[in-house]
């Protein structure tokens, strides 16, 4: 079982401190989050684990944090002040402002030819989704980029001054190659992995944390000699779907989706994205899934991009503002080439709402009630186990229970609760996706012995405090990760 919609966790997120509406007591602030204390181990344990198996499990990839400002000439010679931008439309009627590669055309479909649409907006063949009229503008490119100016003594006009928040992290990595390729001694093939936050001044957000204007991205860049950029692209590929299944995900909601010519970047040779059912109570099945992360063959579009030395048959410069070349010299081979780059992006933010969809469960106790239960896969788990007191009017147990969480911190994620009965704090934990709860009794202070509690059976077992580590970090599956 999975969550039936995105509904049933916004209501969970909040009610439980993963996910706030941002800046509430202002009226919030459209499709803005904040995450709260359970919503910040979960992001941090869904970026730990990304990491390790980037950066800790393999031997071919680094690591590097750049600065989400950089100079406006990275975005110049990218593209993306040319090319970054969605189709935007706007209803006359209602002055809702819409993305003219999501309008439905008259036979239901989203995702047609941006002539097409302006052909059939012409028509008056499309309806505003909000009030159904047919009075809407034709399409006109709005860039995504936030832009802010830097300095001072800046005037907002001032182009000399303009810059932009980052929309993906993958920039700081192409402009980072030669530094990281020639400090770490790298040869091909090899990746350097990014954790970072991205602003995209999104047309239509929405779909609580799926997309917002402020997001968090893990992108790798995976450099390899053209040649050999098809078949590493499919082994990323197939990587990223077993990572995401290693974690909990199920396969019944993951899909491929192969981009058509006419949606690649313009960056991309081939772009595969993995799909999850991010909406399963809609009827039309089509409709139901939506990009979780894509991988893309960049081809050597970046490195080529971002060099000074290409230049056209007259011996004019593409780029004349770099001072570097980023060409590749092999030597056993000889040669000199621009890597090719396959690039597994990801968001952290939508991988997050794909693991809270998945590991929602209910379950009737045996009195009639449904109770939700947060399947969640132990490493991402924000709290690896609960101690509880079964009695907190006796300070001899509430000593021993304060004590063993005291001694389970190093070793794990543990947190003390006494405010409530046993019952109610054993469902509170089960809703939080908490593995397991070590419950304190009376018993226990006459044989040193705990009860602990699992999560999803909901058995439970007698362990000695002195095994408690051990027992719960081998059922827990964690080396030294917690
Ligand atoms: N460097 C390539 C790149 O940025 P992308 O498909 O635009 O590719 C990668 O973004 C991932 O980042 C997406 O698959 C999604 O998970 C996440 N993402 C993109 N825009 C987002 C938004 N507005 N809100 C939340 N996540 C977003």
Not at 42 to 51: E, G, H, P, S
Request: glycine share 6%.
């Amino acid at each position: 079982m999975a969550a039936p919609n995105i509904e049933a966790i916004v209501g969970l997120a909040k009610r439980r401190g993963f996910v706030f509406p941002s800046s509430e007591v202002y009226g919030g602030l459209g499709s803005s989050w904040d995450y709260g204390p359970l919503g910040v181990e979960l992001c941090n344990n869904v970026k730990r684990a990304w990491w390790r198996a980037m950066v800790y499990n393999r031997d071919d990839i680094e690591g590097l944090d750049s600065s989400i400002i950089l100079n406006r000439l990275v975005w110049k010679h990218s593209g993306h002040e040319d090319t970054f931008s969605d189709p935007l439309v706007d209803c006359r009627d209602c002055k809702t402002r819409l993305r003219a590669d999501k309008l439905e055309s008259p036979a239901g479909q989203p995702g047609a030819p941006e002539s097409e649409v302006a052909e059939l907006i012409r028509a008056k063949r499309i309806k505003c989704p909000n009030c159904g009229s047919t009075d809407l503008t034709e399409p006109r490119p709005f860039n995504l980029m936030f832009r802010t100016t830097l300095g001072a003594a800046s005037e907002a006009d001032d182009p000399a001054a303009l810059a932009y928040l980052r929309p993906e992290t993958a920039q700081g990595i192409f402009i980072n190659y030669l530094n990281v390729q020639q400090s770490m001694r790298r040869k091909l093939p090899f990746g350097v992995a990014q954790i970072g936050k991205s602003f995209r001044n999104e047309v239509t957000p929405g779909n609580f944390i799926f997309r917002t204007r402020e997001f968090e991205q893990m992108e790798m860049e995976y450099f390899v000699r053209p040649g050999e950029d098809e078949q590493s692209h499919q082994e990323w590929i197939d990587f990223f779907v077993a990572w995401y299944g290693s974690l909990g995900l199920s396969p019944a909601n993951l899909r491929l989706y192969e981009q058509p010519r006419e949606e690649l970047a313009h960056y991309a040779k081939r772009t595969v994205d993995i799909l999850y059912r991010f909406f399963p109570e809609r009827e039309d099945e089509a409709k139901q899934w939506d990009e979780l992360m894509g991988i893309a063959n960049r081809t050597d579009f970046d490195l080529r991009a971002h060099s000074k030395n290409p230049a056209d048959a007259e011996g004019k410069r593409f780029n004349p503002d770099s001072t570097e070349d980023l060409s590749y010299f092999d030597e056993a081979a000889k040669e000199r080439f621009y890597p090719y780059v396959i690039e597994p992006a990801a968001g952290v933010n939508r991988s997050v709402l794909a693991f809270l969809m998945d590991a929602y469960t209910e379950r009737t106790t045996e009195k009639g009630e449904t109770r939700v239960v947060l399947k969640l896969h132990p490493e991402l788990a924000p709290i690896k186990a609960a101690v509880l007191p079964l009695a907190k009017n006796k300070p001899e147990i509430v000593g021993m229970a304060k004590a063993i969480k005291r001694s389970l911190q190093p070793v794990l994620r543990a947190v003390y609760d006494d405010t409530g009965g046993i019952g109610k704090l054993y469902a509170r934990q089960d809703e939080v996706g908490t593995p397991f709860c070590v419950t304190v009794d009376h018993q226990s202070l006459e044989d040193e012995a705990v009860t602990v509690r699992d999560r999803d059976t909901w058995g439970q077992e007698r362990v000695k405090v002195s095994d408690l580590h051990e027992h719960l970090r081998g059922r827990l599956g964690l080396g030294n990760q917690c």
